[in-house]
């Protein structure tokens, strides 16, 4: 069972342009959430987050949005650049007792194309 | 660099092998993360220290898995007996308690089991 689901797994957008990533979850516990990009062959790198009392934050080209009726939030990329290809993992984070927890999608494949 | 470091990037071994990997978290973190990572999956939790204590351990995680962090600075994860399903991306990733939700990914290591 995904909690949290990204349900493009690519996404291809020409260099300038926004690139908007998706993600869904499922579980009303989860009250932080955070994007983070990967390249191949490298751990994944943090990005921006949000606390689940915002609807919106931003840094420089990134934004996130969560929209918690919907149980959806998205990144957007302005102007996207051709270094910006890379795959994109939204992660959703609870407190479990002793350990604040991670829940990852499976992540978009984004292709920005000069 | 201050960031998380791992050792080594990449193993190739022989199936019925010991493996294992170091991880050397961000400084003033007190808590580390264990994970996996396969193609087209968002990581997989393995384990989880706070300061030297082990306190959570993903029911995913064999026998032949162990994870120390003796004096709670750098960890190492061992594999015992390599399968070649045990092939992936092993991932170490740090936070601080007091800080935000964020955690910090070292570039992995790359294990191929023959």
């Known amino acids: 069972d995904q909690q949290v689901k990204q349900n493009s797994p690519s996404l291809s957008v020409q260099e300038g342009r926004i690139s908007i990533l998706n993600c869904d979850y499922t579980?009303?516990?989860?009250?932080?959430f955070l994007w983070y990009k990967k390249y191949p062959a490298e751990g994944p790198t943090f990005l921006i987050s949000?606390?689940?009392i915002k609807d919106k934050n931003e840094d420089g080209r990134f934004t996130v949005f969560l929209n918690k009726s919907a149980k959806h939030l998205s990144l957007h990329i302005v102007p996207s650049q051709p270094g910006d290809s890379a795959v994109y993992f939204c992660?959703?984070?609870?407190?479990?007792?002793?350990?604040?927890?991670?829940?990852w999608g499976l992540g978009t494949s984004l292709a920005v194309n000069p | 660099d201050t960031g998380v470091s791992q050792d080594p990037r990449h193993k190739i071994t022989k199936r019925g092998q010991n493996v294992t990997f170091r991880c050397d978290p961000i400084?003033?973190?007190?808590?580390l993360y264990w994970y996996r990572q396969t193609l087209g999956q968002g990581p997989e939790f393995l384990t989880y220290?706070?300061?030297?204590?082990?306190?959570?351990k993903s029911r995913l995680l064999s026998d032949r898995f162990s994870a120390e962090r003796p004096k709670g600075s750098f960890s190492t994860l061992e594999i015992q007996r390599t399968e070649q399903g045990d092939s992936a991306m092993y991932l170490c990733?740090?936070?601080?308690?007091?800080?935000?939700?964020?955690?910090?990914f070292g570039p992995g290591t790359r294990l191929t089991v023959l």
């Open positions: 579980n009303s516990m989860f009250d932080y």
């Open positions: 220290f706070q300061n030297e204590a082990q306190l959570e």
């Open positions: 400084s003033e973190h007190n808590r």
């Open positions: 949000i606390s689940s």
């Open positions: 990733a740090s936070s601080f308690q007091r800080g935000g939700y964020e955690q910090f």
């Open positions: 992660a959703a984070s609870f407190n479990a007792g002793n350990n604040r927890k991670l829940i």
